[in-house]
């Protein structure tokens, strides 16, 4: 994990100007908080406040960086050494650590800290029904690069972007897609047509109310980011609604510590199957909400419909359960928390599905001149790549 962290977007550059048998080295640190490295969860995108000051601790063999915010973080000098950012210690065309570990000074000390950049990133903003979604033109994307990166940095940090002036006929999510690498395949194929359909295989593929929830739980390892373009809309009816699902789970923190805690310990199972670009019959285990080690909300795992009928866990677990996902599910559709828009023929949405939970008003279905969307996938691994890519193309980050 640590020398992923090396190479996480640049918060903070600082060289490190070791013991006179030690070259000059460019280290590149994320902020995360008052902690040491090892203890670190992994970060978000940029995000953070400037650096103020960095020095050396000699005694308890750290480097301390203090930031604009009044935070500080601490690194140790044996894992600065290991991670040296140089041409001597890292092959550049692969990003890799070339430095034998053999070859590691684990005692290596540091005689003084220079300053040499102080950038800001980004980091994760909450929002409500007051949103002011981020938006942008879907040819500008397609063709800038600076405009792309825009639309993938306000993707991490808000969760969600509404690009405008894309035709109105399908295949347009699998041109966006290209700009970043390649769509994810799933039961549903590469891109799926979100229309009223007879005999539906999905509730999505009705024209009924779609409550608030992320797709495919049923899966272990969801996709990370969504793409949804309107074709069609319905004459009436058919209003999108999101909500900040980190928030909100946030949220239920403070409310209701024993909701939060029941339903990021308990896994609860779901399912889906049918026949679409193949048959399946999937199943999984999954939190309603993930939190990582330091109890970090990473992901949202919750759709009603494949919510599974089994139920597995101890009986005396499952009235507490219910009443959890009840308070949860309430505070999610809270007038005041749901954000909602309608899409327009050209319009695409893109968003965090670990992150945002989405809906559907009923709408007044028309047979085949009905409401139309197409659906398409990524994971936020390819997403990521192209957001590193873009930066430093766009801006010379490393």
């Known amino acids: 994990m640590l020398s992923y962290l090396t190479r996480w977007v640049s918060r903070g550059a600082f060289q490190a100007l070791k013991g006179a048998s030690s070259r000059p080295q460019l280290v590149k640190t994320p902020h995360i908080g008052n902690?040491?490295?090892?203890?670190?969860?992994?970060?978000?995108?940029?995000?953070?406040?400037?650096?103020?000051?960095?020095?050396?601790?000699?005694?308890?063999?750290?480097?301390?960086?203090?930031?604009?915010?009044?935070?500080?973080?601490?690194?140790?000098?044996?894992?600065?050494?290991?991670?040296?950012?140089?041409?001597?210690?890292?092959?550049?065309?692969?990003?890799?650590?070339?430095?034998?570990?053999?070859?590691?000074?684990?005692?290596?000390?540091?005689?003084?800290?220079?300053?040499?950049?102080?950038?800001?990133?980004?980091?994760?903003?909450?929002?409500?029904?007051?949103?002011?979604?981020?938006?942008?033109?879907?040819?500008?994307?397609?063709?800038?690069?600076?405009?792309?990166?825009?639309?993938?940095e306000a993707l991490r940090r808000i969760g969600i972007v509404y690009l405008r002036g894309a035709p109105a006929e399908q295949g347009q999510v699998a041109r966006l897609s290209q700009r970043i690498g390649y769509l994810r395949l799933t039961f549903y194929g590469h891109t799926w047509q979100v229309q009223d359909k007879p005999m539906a295989n999905n509730v999505a593929y009705t024209s009924g109310e779609l409550s608030l929830h992320t797709d495919y739980p049923a899966l272990h390892h969801p996709p990370g980011v969504q793409f949804l373009h309107c074709v069609r809309q319905a004459d009436q009816g058919g209003e999108s609604e999101a909500v900040d699902g980190f928030h909100m789970a946030e949220q239920l923190r403070r409310e209701d510590p024993e909701a939060f805690n029941i339903l990021s310990s308990l896994r609860v199972d779901f399912t889906d199957s049918g026949a679409d670009y193949c048959d399946f019959s999937v199943q999984s285990k999954n939190h309603i909400i993930d939190v990582d080690s330091e109890g970090?909300?990473?992901?949202?795992?919750?759709?009603?419909?494949?919510?599974?009928?089994?139920?597995?866990?101890?009986?005396?677990?499952?009235?507490?359960?219910?009443?959890?996902?009840?308070?949860?599910?309430?505070?999610?559709?809270?007038?005041?928390?749901?954000?909602?828009?309608?899409?327009?023929?050209?319009?695409?949405?893109?968003?965090?599905?670990?992150?945002?939970?989405?809906?559907?008003?009923?709408?007044?279905?028309?047979?085949?001149?009905?409401?139309?969307?197409?659906?398409?996938?990524?994971?936020?691994?390819?997403?990521?790549?192209?957001?590193?890519?873009?930066?430093?193309?766009?801006?010379?980050?490393?």
């Open 296 to 398: 970090r909300v990473t992901r949202i795992n919750y759709n009603n419909a494949t919510r599974d009928s089994v139920l597995d866990m101890p009986v005396h677990q499952v009235q507490p359960f219910y009443s959890s996902l009840k308070a949860f599910v309430e505070l999610l559709s809270r007038p005041e928390n749901v954000f909602t828009y309608r899409m327009e023929p050209g319009d695409l949405v893109t968003f965090d599905n670990w992150r945002l939970l989405h809906g559907r008003k009923s709408y007044l279905s028309r047979g085949q001149n009905s409401r139309h969307l197409e659906g398409a996938y990524l994971d936020w691994d390819e997403v990521m790549s192209r957001l590193r890519i873009l930066q430093k193309a766009v801006r010379g980050d490393s």
């Open 35 to 152: 902690q040491t490295l090892a203890a670190a969860p992994l970060p978000f995108t940029g995000g953070s406040p400037g650096v103020r000051q960095a020095r050396a601790l000699d005694q308890e063999r750290l480097l301390q960086i203090d930031w604009d915010d009044g935070s500080c973080s601490l690194y140790p000098f044996t894992w600065l050494r290991d991670n040296c950012q140089c041409p001597h210690c890292t092959l550049q065309s692969a990003q890799a650590r070339s430095l034998l570990f053999s070859n590691l000074d684990v005692h290596t000390g540091m005689d003084q800290v220079q300053l040499m950049d102080n950038k800001v990133g980004l980091e994760r903003e909450y929002w409500d029904s007051s949103l002011q979604i981020p938006t942008a033109d879907f040819q500008e994307v397609l063709h800038d690069d600076k405009a792309a990166l825009a639309w993938l």
